[in-house]
Every structure is written in C-alpha cells, then in structure tokens.
Nanobody
Framework: QVWIVESGGGSVQPGGSLRLSCAAS????????MGWYRQAPGRQRELVAI???????NYTDSVKGRFTISRDSAENTVNLHMTSLEPEDTAVYYC??????????WGQGTQVTVSS
C-alpha cells in the first residue's frame, strides 16, 4: 500500500505561478514513476507531466515550457512548478505513483483555479 499526500493548490490570476507538492509513503521501495494528472469539469483526466526516473520527464504539449516537474527518489516526493498559468489550466490536479506490477496509486486531488 502507498499513501499519497498532495499540497499547494489554490487560486491565481492568469500569468501567475503555483507549486504543487506530493509525498508518497508506505511501501515505496519499488516506485517506477511519479507524476501529475489533471481533470477539468466535464473533461477526462489527462496526463500533465510524469517522471520515469529523476531526469526522464514527459509533458503534455500544452504545458511544455511553462511547467517543470522534479522528483526526489530518496524522499519519494514529486513537485510540479507551474508558471505562466492560463485559465485553461484550471482543474483538479492529482498526484500519481506507479509501482512495479504495474500498480498505480492516486492522491486525493488539489484544486488549481486560474481566473482574473
């Protein structure tokens, strides 16, 4: 079992920045990937960014150049630094942890609202 705690969501004006943090605990010894997904109202959950190692990252096209994902494998944490935020980034953001199996675990979600 893996437990996930997220923090850092909130409200910001367009062009602003936010930083999301996620910490995994429990049986974390075989984690392979950590990342972030998001789900906007009326839309399917989509990948935002994911790290399959400390340096190998994949981003969805709409956030490339604006969002940066980072991971500390020793601490089992993953962060998402979001800049130049747009109203279209408004969504609930979910931390995702993938273990060998594969077995996936989701955080409870944190709201990000971008509005003037």
């Amino acid at each position: 079992q893996v437990w996930i705690v997220e923090s850092g969501g909130g409200s910001v004006q367009p062009g602003g920045s936010l930083r999301l943090s996620c910490a995994a605990s429990g049986r974390t010894f075989d984690i392979t990937s950590m990342g972030w997904y998001r789900q906007a109202p009326g839309r399917q959950r989509e990948l935002v960014a994911i790290l399959t190692s400390d340096t190998l990252a994949n981003y969805t096209d709409s956030v490339k150049g604006r969002f940066t994902i980072s991971r500390d494998s020793a601490e089992n944490t993953v962060n998402l630094h979001m800049t130049s935020l747009e109203p279209e980034d408004t969504a609930v953001y979910y931390c995702y942890v993938l273990k060998v199996g594969p077995i996936g675990y989701w955080g409870q979600g944190t709201q990000v609202t971008v509005s003037s």
